[in-house]
């Protein structure tokens, strides 16, 4: 995707990143909007004080409201690996979705090349690539459950879950499991469990079992 393909359409909400921070993670979301328009001048109102550094549309089309070196407002409360104040942290790229019907083509086509143009100008990996229901449960729930993660995986934009046989199944082993693949935020057991579901098994129901601890672990916490 060269810059030709990208419309600018600056936001005033946004500003330095703090203490010196460079983004090492991607937040993807989905806007919950009517049409991408319509989120695009939430995105740039200043009362409305949030923002994102892409949207992309239903047919594919890309609009930067910040620049990647700035800090938007796309993130909120949470953390991720022990880590908090994500925006300035992260990129954020809101999909034109209101999270009840599957991502079309063009939009998941042109995320995947937003996303591995982002990844090597930052040398982010597959595992920085997250949701924001990942870095906030149970507050958040995009890209939600029809949003294709395993189809980023294949093309190594986003982390495979791993293979496990946990030795128990309790709410303590599992909390210690999420905790390595990333999911470190103080949430209740319930929202914790729903939100890795969200990630890896969207069509998983019922109470905990082991394959829920098939969970990606971070390199960097490897």
Known sequence: MGAGDVRWHPSPNCGPRRDGLRPH???????????????????CDPEAEVSSHYVIDMGGGVTQLVKEEERAWHAGAGEWCGQDDINSRSIGIELDN???????????????????????????GPDGVIGHSDMAPGRKHDPGPRFDWARLAR???????AKAHPNEITEDSFRRAAGEAGFTADVGFDDLLAATRLRFAPWRRGP??????ALAVPKRLA
């Open 155 to 161: 093309q190594g934009l986003a982390a495979r879950p």
């Open 25 to 43: 993670l991607v937040v993807i979301h989905y806007t919950a909007m009517q049409g991408a328009d319509a989120a695009i001048a939430r995105l």
């Open 98 to 124: 209101a999270g009840d019907h599957p991502f079309p083509e063009r939009q998941m086509a042109a995320l995947e090349r937003l996303l591995a143009e982002i990844m090597g100008r930052w040398d982010i």
């Open 208 to 213: 905990l079992c082991a394959a829920d601890y």
